[in-house]
């Protein structure tokens, strides 16, 4: 039921870009990105609905393929503080009841 | 605007002891979700507060527990506390919406909880 992310773990230099995947086996009816510092609460980055309406911060920018149940989140000139473990997650919708799944979490590194 | 809060923010219990952790939601949101975060791992979906009423439930056991106010905050009661059960505890509040889980969640700083 968790969502699969990829890679676990990436190093950038600053400037540099970064793709994080993540994958679901379930149907997604929308997918959410956090970013997590250690040991700070999960931030909130952006959210992406069915049908294509997103919502989050203006810098980050993300995919969702409905049909691959996959979504993918662009970070692009990265910076020190985008440093972190980033978690997609997604609620899932089952006869038994409701949930919500982050998926497995990438580490993220910007060195200068 | 004040954002979600939660408290204490250290607790140290001793097994088979009980523990209520409190939050308060961000402004204007009706919705209170708990997770538990072990170290190294993403959150787990407790369950989720709204209206009073536990609306959505994952895979924990009844010793976890919860409460929600008419004022939105919520309380999360775990039972007989067993080692495993230590972990950072994530306080997040949302809108409800017309889908559930399907708006975006504020996370409180959490509560560390260690059992002895």
């Known amino acids: 039921q968790q969502p699969v992310q990829s890679p676990q773990a990436v190093i950038l230099r600053e400037g540099e870009d970064a793709v994080i995947n993540c994958s679901s086996s379930k149907a997604l009816y929308s997918v959410h990105w956090y970013r997590q510092k250690h040991g700070e609460a999960p931030v909130f980055l952006m959210i992406?609905?069915?049908?294509?309406e997103q919502k989050g911060h203006e810098k980050i920018s993300a995919s969702f393929n409905e049909k691959k149940q996959q979504s993918s989140l662009y970070l692009t000139a990265s910076q020190l503080s985008y440093s972190g473990t980033y978690f997609c997650g997604s609620p899932v919708f089952t006869n038994t009841g409701n949930q919500f799944y982050f998926g497995t979490g990438t580490s993220l590194t910007v060195i200068p | 605007d004040a954002g979600v809060t939660q408290s204490p923010t250290h607790l140290i219990k001793t097994r088979g002891q009980q523990v209520t952790l409190r939050c308060s939601p961000k402004s204007g949101h009706d919705t209170v979700s708990w997770y538990q975060q072990a170290l190294g791992q993403g959150p787990q979906f407790i369950f989720q507060?709204?209206?009073?009423?536990?609306?959505q439930r994952g895979n924990f056991p009844d010793r976890f527990s919860g409460h929600q106010f008419p004022n939105y905050s919520s309380e999360l009661n775990v039972n007989a506390l067993l080692l495993g059960d230590s972990a950072l505890y994530l306080c997040?509040?949302?809108?409800?919406?017309?889908?559930?889980?399907?708006?975006?969640?504020?996370f409180g700083p959490g509560t560390r909880l260690t059992v002895t």
């Open positions: 992406l609905l069915k049908g294509g």
């Open positions: 507060y709204y209206e009073e009423e536990e609306r």
């Open positions: 997040a509040s949302s809108l409800a919406g017309d889908y559930p889980l399907s708006y975006e969640q504020y």
